[in-house]
């Protein structure tokens, strides 16, 4: 599954990425990691979020360039992150519904792979892990911010490390984020 997300990520150079509404730090941080990856490709890419991103967050780089669902323009490809099924989105579900091409990146055991391609780890704690991976395999340049980011996606879903859901590759992917 995560061949068929990395060849359609590959494939277009114009990308929105969708993350749910009432925004936490794995939607954020793992969707403006993403976005970061994919512009150091040369990628056109816009965020699109369906709500405020909350202050504690708006560090992270990238966070002010989130845009509302009215304010996005239709691409032919669209990526849903944190997003366990498509009304997570809010509003901005009708613009992911309108791409050719749709990928899901999520950890949900809920979600219900509504995509045309899914790289879904229901046993990662957080989709920032899962973003994580799918960046390092497109050899992406992945620097401090990115590093960032993702290290926020872990911190906030995994409850600083407390939660049932930190596994030794939760810990193992933040060594590595922090290095």
């Known amino acids: 599954m995560f061949e068929q997300v990395l060849d359609a990520v590959r494939a277009h150079d114009r990308i929105i990425i969708h993350r749910h509404f009432r925004p936490d730090g794995d939607a954020i941080g793992s969707a403006c990691a ?46 849903a992150v944190d997003c366990a099924d498509e009304g997570r989105m809010g509003a901005a579900d009708e613009i992911f519904a309108q791409a050719k091409h749709t990928a899901n990146i999520d950890h949900h055991v809920t979600n219900t792979m509504f995509a045309q391609h899914n790289a879904v780890e229901a046993h990662a704690a957080a ?53």
């Open 127 to 179: 989709a920032a892990e899962v973003v994580k991976k799918l960046i390092e395999q497109l050899d992406a340049d992945f620097g401090a911010n990115i590093a960032t980011c993702l290290f926020c996606g872990l911190v906030t879903d995994t409850g600083n490390f407390a939660y049932s859901n930190t596994t030794p590759d939760t810990l193992f992917a933040a060594g590595e984020l922090l290095q």
């Open 34 to 79: 993403l976005r970061l990856a994919l512009m150091a490709m040369g990628k056109r890419v816009q965020a699109v979020c369906d709500g405020d991103v909350p202050r504690i967050y708006r560090f992270l780089e990238g966070a002010e360039d989130i845009i509302k669902p009215n304010d996005a323009r239709i691409t032919s490809a669209a990526i």
